[in-house]
């Protein structure tokens, strides 16, 4: 079973502030990786995907590949008490073709 | 339209109940899923349909039984279930993953079902 780790918090940061999510993955062939939101109570949302080393930036989100490493992050730039919530990490397991999702960070912003 | 939709929002069933989870898609998706999350867990692969057929079958117990009538239909059917089988069930769909797995999953709003 291929595994997706993530701590689960709460990461708690003021407003305004940098918030930084971290995931690490088993599977050395692993190619596409994401960052899913979900509220409580709500179903997942996609915030960011990445598929090659290095930094992708969309908006306030910046999401950063290390293979090498097997390290996938999420940064959280000027982050709004509307950012609170559970960040989902999850990647492609390549052999089945479907997503698996790490346990979830879950975010605090405090006003 | 570029919604999954999935209905009953919320269902409320006996042990001894058959009922059915629906979900429906016009994105041109050839790919279907269901997740099932239970509270404060991450989201658990059940079935996966690659162009309408069971690609993926993550040992789920035979309580629940999956059909997908065409390309844009996804059927849960549930039976016997347990009270532990109460959690929240995800469909979600995205184009078939080519062999470099680039592949988004959009997800249903999701059906709260709760086992008496």
């Known amino acids: 079973q291929k595994e997706v780790e993530q701590n689960s918090g709460p990461l708690s940061v003021p407003e305004g502030a940098i918030a930084s999510l971290n995931c690490t993955y088993s599977?050395?062939?692993?190619?596409?990786f994401f960052w899913y939101r979900q509220y409580s109570g709500k179903s997942p949302e996609l915030i960011m995907s990445?598929?090659?080393?290095g930094d992708k930036e969309d908006g306030r989100f910046t999401a950063q590949l290390n293979k090498a490493s097997q390290y996938v992050s999420l940064l959280i730039r000027d982050s709004q008490p509307s950012d609170s919530a559970t960040y989902l990490c999850?990647?492609?397991?390549?052999?089945?073709?479907?997503?698996?999702f790490g346990s979830g960070t879950r975010l605090q912003v405090q006003p | 339209d570029t919604e999954v939709t999935q209905t009953p929002k919320h269902l409320v069933m006996g042990m001894t109940n058959k009922k059915s989870l629906k979900c429906e898609q016009h994105?041109?998706?050839?790919?279907m899923y269901w997740y099932k999350q239970k509270a404060k867990k991450p989201p658990e692969l059940m079935f996966v349909?690659?162009?309408?057929?069971?690609?993926i079958n993550e040992s789920v117990p035979s309580r629940f039984s999956p059909e997908c009538p065409n390309s844009s239909l996804l059927n849960l059917h549930l039976h016997a279930l347990q009270p532990e089988d109460s959690a929240l069930y995800l469909c979600?769909?995205?184009?078939?993953?080519?062999?470099?797995?680039?592949?988004?999953?959009?997800f249903g709003a999701g059906s709260r079902l709760t086992v008496l």
């Open positions: 979600a769909s995205s184009q078939v993953p080519d062999n470099s797995g680039a592949n988004v999953l959009t």
């Open positions: 599977d050395r062939v692993s190619q596409s």
């Open positions: 990445i598929y090659s080393n």
């Open positions: 999850a990647v492609m397991d390549t052999g089945r073709r479907a997503l698996t």
């Open positions: 994105m041109g998706h050839r790919a």
């Open positions: 349909y690659s162009y309408e057929k069971l690609s």
